[in-house]
């Protein structure tokens, strides 16, 4: 009798050994979560950058209306910023003001400034990290502002 139940047990085990596995379909199967796209409160990543990328474009057209809302007539009035972040690091460029808007446009500056140093992080951005001439001064020319840099010979 035992050898009859082992000779029983050694079919079975062979005969389920050899059954075909059904078909399944990969695409059904869940996927490993590294590979989901992010989504932050329903949307993905690729989303939120490209929602990141639109408020730094319009922070920059407010940064531009405040530092153009006043006419140049007397540089003494003016001051220099660093404006933005290259991906490698130190400003993207440089921008004047009028001192008048001082308290209302170094804060969004700031902000940008910030805001566009995590958007390359986060984009994995590179540039060319060739650093950004400091201006060395600036003059007013037909009511502007305009950045002097130690090569360019000043009107005054």
């Not at 050899?18 to 990969?26: A, G, L, T």
């Not at 690729?46 to 319009?58: G, H, M, P, S």
């Not at 951005?125 to 090569?151: M, R, T, W």
Request: charged share 25%; with cysteine; hydrophobic share 35%.
């Amino acid at each position: 009798m035992k050898n009859y139940l082992f000779v029983l047990l050694c079919i079975a085990s062979l005969v389920a050994c050899k059954s075909k596995k059904p078909f399944v379909d990969v695409e059904t199967l869940p996927k490993d979560v590294a590979l989901k796209p992010d989504r932050v409160n329903g949307a993905s990543e690729e989303e939120v950058l490209a929602k990141e990328a639109e408020d730094l474009r319009i922070m920059m057209a407010s940064i531009d209306s405040l530092g153009n809302s006043r006419m140049c007539s007397n540089a003494d009035d003016w001051r220099i910023t660093p404006l933005g972040s290259k991906p490698c690091g130190g400003p993207a460029s440089y921008m004047a003001y009028h001192k008048e808007v001082e308290v209302e446009i170094i804060p969004v500056i700031q902000e940008y400034t910030r805001r566009q140093a995590l958007f390359n992080q986060k984009r994995n951005l590179f540039s060319d990290c060739a650093i950004e001439p400091q201006p060395s001064g600036l003059q007013c020319e037909g009511g502007k502002a305009v950045l002097l840099h130690s090569s360019q010979p000043s009107s005054d």
